[in-house]
């Protein structure tokens, strides 16, 4: 199971049969809908606290009735294990298939090197039951307006998109990335570090430990034939824009 946040009840990528919608609020009355707009399958009214147990609880009901582990992430410590080895050999250098203005494109082969094209690409190879996953190794901060660019795609595939700020994507849906169905589509986002900081006592930067994070979870994605698609921005500010534009106009 796939958790899509949605950032309102009319977002699109909430629809589909295969697709339960979800909708939670405050301590509100009975038969109280929170967010209005687009009925869901299920409300689910409470305090925090509450909203805490009740999903802690229905997590490991899902995993007994599926037979899967909720407490173990294998294919997570396996990207944990690749940015290790790659923090200690160095991320390994590629040329990009192209550099379009304040993004330098990485795609795999047979898909267009223009970034518009490569979006579509990627976008419109989804099957009736796949997904896509945008994955922002960027700053959740200083470049928040990247995230607009899930309701965008999702209006071009009218499939569930989730965005997830990376690394902390990893420990929810990135063991079901590479652990579950072989049905998902990878957008991975990075940028180039202005002002970066040493890790006290190691021989790295947090630059090059986020570098190396992207880098192994991009392996073992690809290493279980998913297909990923890597825009690198070179400058935050003006590639998210162009990003963003480029979305619009799929």
């Known amino acids: 199971m796939l958790p899509v946040p949605l950032e309102s009840p009319a977002a699109p990528g909430g629809l589909g049969p295969d697709v339960l919608t979800v909708s939670y609020g405050g301590s509100l009355a009975p038969g109280a ?74 795609a795999p082969a047979g898909t267009p090197v223009d970034v518009a094209g490569a979006l579509r690409h990627l976008a419109c190879g989804i099957d009736d039951g796949g997904y896509l996953a945008v994955m922002a190794y960027l700053d959740r901060l200083g470049d928040a307006a990247v995230a607009r660019l899930r309701p965008l795609l999702a209006n071009v595939t009218d499939r569930p998109v989730t965005f997830g700020w ?41 630059g090059g430990l986020q570098a190396a994070q992207a880098a192994g979870d991009r392996q073992a994605l690809a290493d279980r034939g998913r297909p990923v698609l890597r825009l690198h921005l070179t400058d935050r500010s003006a590639g998210v824009a162009q990003l963003l534009d480029a979305a619009r106009q799929l």
Do not use: C, M
């Open 33 to 106: 809908v929170p967010g209005g707009g687009r009925a869901p399958d299920v409300a689910v009214n409470g305090s925090l606290g509450a909203q805490f147990l009740t999903w802690e609880y229905a997590t490991a009901i899902v995993g007994a009735v599926l037979g899967v582990n909720p407490f173990d992430q294998p294919n997570v410590a396996e990207s944990k294990e690749n940015a290790v080895r790659l923090l200690a050999s160095g991320v390994p250098a590629r040329p990009p298939s192209s550099t379009e203005g304040a993004i330098e494109v990485y």
């Open 166 to 206: 990376g690394p902390r994507f990893l420990h929810s849906t990135g063991q079901y990335h590479k652990g579950g169905p072989r049905v998902g589509s990878f957008l991975q986002l990075t940028g180039t570090v202005d002002d970066d900081l040493p890790v006290p006592g190691k021989p790295y930067s947090f």
